[in-house]
């Protein structure tokens, strides 16, 4: 079964930039389409990226489009998402999770069920 294990949270003062990473153990993230999500507390998860089969095709949530970029590495088996422009709206924990496709393309949508998750990684954000 795949395992996601995410990190790269932490404190950060507002404006300042942090990158989140999610790997993968047991099976490589070929095939599949791996997405961030965040939680804040009293609020539903949402989800803020994704990135394709194919790492060409990406989709950003518009609270943290233009600030934030998804990518992924096929030998590290490692998906980032690198934030800058932190804002103390950004506080939540954030996830990310996979879903495995048929096929190799450009497609990604947040609003998949994504079956495989990780445990999440707490991002704080300091006005």
């Known amino acids: 079964q795949l395992q996601l294990v995410a990190s790269g949270g932490g404190l950060v003062q507002y404006g300042g930039s942090l990158t989140l990473s999610c790997v993968s153990y047991?099976?490589?993230?070929?095939?599949?389409?791996v997405g961030w999500f965040r939680q804040a507390p009293g609020k539903e998860r949402e989800g803020i990226s994704c990135?394709?089969?194919?790492?060409?095709?990406?989709n950003y949530t518009e609270s943290v489009k233009g600030r934030s970029t998804i990518s992924r590495d096929r030998t590290k088996r490692t998906v980032f998402l690198q934030m800058n422009s932190l804002k103390p709206e950004d506080t939540a924990l954030y996830y990310c999770?996979?879903?495995?496709?048929?096929?190799?393309?450009?497609?990604?949508?947040?609003?998949?069920?994504?079956?495989?998750w990780g445990q999440g990684t707490q991002v704080t954000v300091a006005s």
């Open positions: 999770a996979a879903v495995r496709r048929l096929v190799n393309d450009f497609v990604c949508e947040t609003s998949w069920t994504y079956d495989s």
């Open positions: 047991g099976f490589t993230l070929d095939y599949y389409v």
């Open positions: 990135i394709s089969t194919n790492g060409r095709g990406t």
